[in-house]
């Protein structure tokens, strides 16, 4: 039985649709993210399922049992806003023992056992010295702990994260997502994490949700979202620098494509032939992605696009070059922090065919995805 | 010659009677048409240091000179600076056209020059279609565009930039990063810009200059920084993933030095000559930095050497991974392509090469070189 | 030289702001001036003209209001003549204060309501409360006389605060709804997260964090009534009366005791004066709550 059930859930404000027609199986102890950007409808999803906000129409079931009329603060589940929302004026102590002292929770608690949860999980969090200081005196990476603090310290069946990283630093952002690999492990409660940025999301998940505008585009494991993205939304937003599209003619006499913005013809091999064959269609979309385009300074039988070096940046430990083909833009990525190209230099650029996305120029869907 | 040099420059202030230092004997000197990136943490002077070059805020010692005139006492109209800061301060009731050109029309430039360097403007940094717009309707990205393009219309000798992508969307970031280098190509300004984002220090500044509790720390380029970080805190604040700071004892064995861990297996082997400095500086101890770019899962070459460990995480970052290894109590980043064969709890050699390992002395925390 | 330039406008910059500000400030504390010395000065003092600013002080005045002053009738008996002041505060603070913690225990619930409610017709609830300000007194005491007197108020304690509700209800109301919505709803939503009733999230994180809007609020709520002047004289008779319309009896056949209604005039501030100091605190921190902003 999936711990969390969504039916044809449905929730709009005033004429806006934030969330059309979902249907979703949440299954026990995943770690199920929400990837999308702003505005997507992530924060809306799981204030549905907290039960802050009213569906218009579906029906929600934790454990099997529908659960749309029962109140937020009877469903024993956790919730971290964006903004941690933590209490301005209680102290980081009571702000996590606040979940034990309320009344719709199943087990009282006495003073003795809320300090001994309250101590456990600050440990744990690595905040056990912050316990008398006020929220307000706390950096960005502690108030997040704090929030995570008071929202696992009841040990709810449903943990539901809002953008937990997305208003830490960028240094910190990176060694917190490396310690939820850490707290997923210690917990294992069934969680919905939500985010914008692509690395927590294929870091992190068992199974990621791509949402776009309301609508669910694609579900899947990491591997599957990073490398068979359904449709061109998902692969732009999957990735980083963007994946790179262009329009293209196939020739299948010829084993070739075309490209017309770039002027260029590209040999692909007989097994990428083949299922585009299969699909039918002769124009498409094609993705490449900018670690997947290679280079050299010389022409050869690999490298036999003609392109021109643009600017070039270098981040964290790869390069970024754009360089152009008559008119077409393309970014490739390089492992490699130290390699520079000289301005308006000639490449020969070779793609990695293999790793060629090719999408329907009509639905901008998947061509592999669809059997 | 758009330079600028501050010689022995100080900034102090009064908080509660006390004496506040907010930045401290700095030396530093801008070339011409660089652009270069001044980067450290909140509260390390950074910002003070950019607002004194400016002229918003007085220089309590030493001289700043731009060009080869002593600047301290000019206004910051007579300085000839542009600047372009974190909150744009765009005038919301005009338009783009309008904010771009108020500078020259207070200047008396003729109309026909002013639409002209408008336009200029307006193509590099991709804002023609909004010139007609109220600012207000503007998105972030577009907003910093404009407080740029208001900026560089002024022919400025020198660009002075505060943190000027902080509120852009993710997404549109590196792209204003990349037409802020066009603008420096293309007109040649000097720029200096500040951020505690080092991953945008990196990508924008020819040289860095690290600063740290309001002493500048080093200046160099992004390899010599990597390579030859002058102190700990350079060493810890530029790199992603940081660099892995190991704590070691030093052990003669038999005639070579070896750097042990506690609690743990790991032994690392530095260079002969770094080992030599250490014999003679009678250390016991030692912190060892080692960057997770410079742990391989593959042996590249025979003169590398290993250590072992047992992966604890894989992150899987699409471009490429990110993995904490585990050797008794220690824990380490490691740096790697994509490799789906790499999986939690699998016991990994790794290889490193002796001459990336950077040691540095347990109580100054500055480098140990030759 | 450009630094000698700075200098010197510096410091006429600074020496004319100065000047400029003792001047408004003479002229906006010389009422306040003028009474408290009419108030310690003697009866002739008080009435030559050029008037006097060096003077011997006296605390007769005060004295006279507290009731202290010894009169001996045509009996021989002594008395101590009448307090109007001591009678206009108990008053004053009867009224007033009833009249707060009326305000305080409707208006509060109210704004919570109104900051939180999705009711379309939230806005004109609002204002029609916040429109009873604007109507000037005058035009609406004639036809509460004649009501007030018909239904037997005239002359009580209980159409006074009745009647300034008009004053503070919509006062408190404002302010405090608008302290209340610029609370995160998030953080309320925490609560409700945690298990909590709406009535715990109400006293015990709403209200807490409205603090500095509700001392605000009650402040000058406090104030307009404490200072009201035509309510307690057309609808309450002198038993009744707040210590601002007691100053008038000072104003006799006999005489016009110009010095001891300038000495009920400063007793009558006091009370807000401590007032407002213990509630500045609060007001203070209320406005500089830096946590509840993002």
């Known amino acids: 039985m999936p711990k969390i059930l969504l039916k044809n859930v449905t929730k709009k404000f005033k004429k806006v649709v934030a969330l059309n027609n979902l249907s979703i199986e949440i299954n026990d102890g995943e770690f199920f993210i929400i990837l999308g950007p702003s505005g997507a409808g992530k924060t809306t999803f799981l204030n549905v399922i907290a039960g802050l906000e009213k569906p218009e129409n579906g029906e929600i079931y934790f454990d099997g049992d529908l659960i749309n009329n029962i109140t937020t603060a009877k469903r024993d589940i956790a919730l971290t806003a964006e903004n941690y929302a933590l209490y301005p004026h209680f102290t980081v102590f009571n702000n996590i023992a606040t979940p034990l002292r309320s009344s719709a929770n199943k087990n009282r608690y006495n003073t003795k056992q809320i300090r001994e949860k309250v101590d456990r999980i600050t440990k744990m969090l690595n905040i056990n010295d912050l316990l008398g200081r006020m929220p307000s005196e706390l950096s960005g990476g502690q108030k997040q702990r704090v929030a995570l603090g008071r929202a696992l310290v009841k040990e709810p069946k449903v943990l539901l994260l809002d953008e937990p990283l997305a208003h830490v630093d960028a240094k910190i952002r990176n060694q917190l997502r490396t310690e939820f690999h850490f707290l997923k492990e210690k917990f294992q409660t069934t969680t919905i994490y939500t985010s914008h940025d692509y690395k927590e999301a294929i870091s992190l998940g068992d199974r990621i949700m791509f949402l776009n505008k309301g609508e669910i585009q694609q579900i899947g494991i990491p591997e599957i979202i990073y490398n068979f993205p359904k449709n061109t939304t998902v692969a732009l937003n999957v990735g980083w620098p963007e994946i790179n599209l262009f329009d293209c003619s196939v020739n299948f006499k010829n084993s070739q494509l075309y490209c017309p913005k770039g002027d260029f013809i590209y040999n692909i091999s007989g097994n990428v032939l083949k299922y585009l064959k299969i699909y039918g269609k002769s124009e498409y979309i094609v993705g490449a992605r900018p670690q997947h385009i290679s280079f050299s300074d010389k022409p050869s039988d690999i490298y036999n696009l003609k392109a021109i070096c643009g600017t070039s940046e270098v981040y964290d430990n790869q390069t970024v070059f754009y360089v152009k083909i008559k008119n077409l833009d393309l970014t490739i990525l390089v492992n490699d922090p130290d390699l520079s190209l000289m301005l308006e230099q000639e490449l020969w650029l070779g793609f990695d065919d293999q790793s060629l996305i090719f999408f329907d120029k009509e639905t901008n869907e998947n061509v592999k995805l669809k059997k | 010659m758009a330079t600028v040099s501050l010689k022995n420059v100080y900034k102090y202030y009064w908080s509660k009677k006390r004496k506040v230092e907010a930045v401290k004997n700095l030396n530093i000197n801008v070339r011409d048409k660089e652009i270069m990136a001044l980067l450290g943490p909140s509260g390390c002077g950074k910002t003070s240091t950019l607002r004194m070059i400016a002229g918003i805020e007085e220089i309590s010692k030493g001289e700043l000179y731009i060009g080869d005139e002593l600047s301290n006492n000019l206004t910051p109209a007579q300085r000839n600076v542009a600047l372009a800061f974190e909150d744009y301060a765009l005038y919301f009731h005009l338009t783009v056209r309008e904010n771009i050109s108020l500078c020259l029309k207070a200047k008396k430039i003729n109309s026909n020059v002013i639409e002209k360097k408008i336009k200029n403007v307006s193509d590099i940094l991709g804002i023609g279609d909004v010139l007609d717009l109220k600012t207000t309707t503007l998105s972030g990205g577009q907003q910093q565009r404009v407080s740029l393009a208001r900026a560089l219309v002024r022919n400025p000798s020198i660009f002075l930039l505060d943190e000027p992508i902080s509120h852009i969307e993710i997404q549109k970031r590196y792209r204003i990063l990349a037409e802020i280098k066009e603008v420096n190509r293309k007109f040649g300004s000097t720029m200096l810009y500040v951020t505690h984002n080092q991953t945008e220090a990196v990508a924008v500044g020819a040289r860095i200059g690290i600063m740290n509790f309001a002493e500048l720390q080093q200046v160099g380029t992004r390899d010599e920084i990597f390579n030859n970080p002058v102190n700990l805190f350079v060493a810890g604040f530029v790199g992603q993933p940081p660099i892995n700071i190991i704590k070691c004892k030093i052990i003669s064995e038999k005639d070579t030095i070896i750097l042990k861990v506690e609690n743990s297996s790991l032994k690392f082997i530095p260079e002969a000559k770094i080992a030599k400095i250490l014999y003679k500086l009678n250390l016991k101890e030692v912190i060892l930095g080692l960057r997770p770019q410079n742990i391989f899962i593959k042996k590249i070459s025979e003169k590398q050497k290993s250590i072992k460990g047992i992966i604890e995480v894989v992150e899987f970052l699409g471009e490429d991974m990110h993995l904490v290894s585990r050797n008794g109590d220690q824990k380490f980043s490691v740096y790697c392509n994509v490799d789906m064969g790499l999986k939690k709890d699998k016991e990994l050699e790794l290889f490193y090469d002796q001459n990336k390992l950077h040691l540095f002395h347990p109580e100054t925390e500055k480098l140990i070189s030759v | ?294």
């Open chain 3, 1 to 294: 030289m450009n630094k000698r330039k700075k200098l010197g406008k510096n410091v006429f910059a600074n020496l004319s702001t100065n000047v400029i500000l003792i001047l408004s400030f003479s002229f906006l504390l010389f009422p306040v001036y003028w009474i408290f010395t009419m108030a310690i000065k003697t009866n002739p003092d008080i009435l030559t003209y050029p008037p006097k600013f060096f003077f011997q002080p006296t605390i007769k005045g005060f004295q006279y209001i507290l009731g202290l002053t010894k009169v001996t009738g045509a009996t021989g008996v002594s008395a101590g003549v009448e307090s109007y002041f001591l009678i206009g505060i108990k008053n004053s603070i009867v009224v007033v204060v009833s009249t707060i913690l009326i305000s305080l225990a409707a208006g509060l619930p109210a704004a919570y309501a109104l900051a939180r409610s999705k009711l379309k017709s939230k806005e004109n609830i609002a204002f029609t409360i916040l429109s009873f300000r604007f109507a000037p007194p005058l035009l609406v005491i004639v036809p509460l006389y004649l009501l007030f007197s018909k239904i037997g108020l005239y002359n009580s304690y209980f159409s006074l605060i009745w009647v300034y509700q008009l004053i503070s209800l919509p006062m408190i109301l404002w302010i405090v709804r608008g302290y209340m919505e610029d609370i995160p709803i998030e953080i309320e939503q925490a609560g409700m997260v945690d298990g909590h009733s709406r009535i715990w999230i109400f006293f015990r994180i709403v209200l807490p964090l409205a603090k500095g809007g509700i001392a605000a609020g009650t402040l000058l709520a406090f104030i307009y009534c404490w200072n009201n002047f035509l309510f307690g004289m057309i609808l309450a008779s002198v038993n009744v009366q707040p210590v601002t319309v007691q100053a008038m009896r000072y104003l006799t056949p006999d005489a016009i005791m110009f010095r001891e209604v300038a000495a009920i005039c400063i007793g009558a501030a006091l009370p807000l004066l401590i007032l407002s100091t213990f509630l500045q605190g609060y007001l203070i921190s209320g406005l500089s709550m830096g946590a509840i902003r993002r």
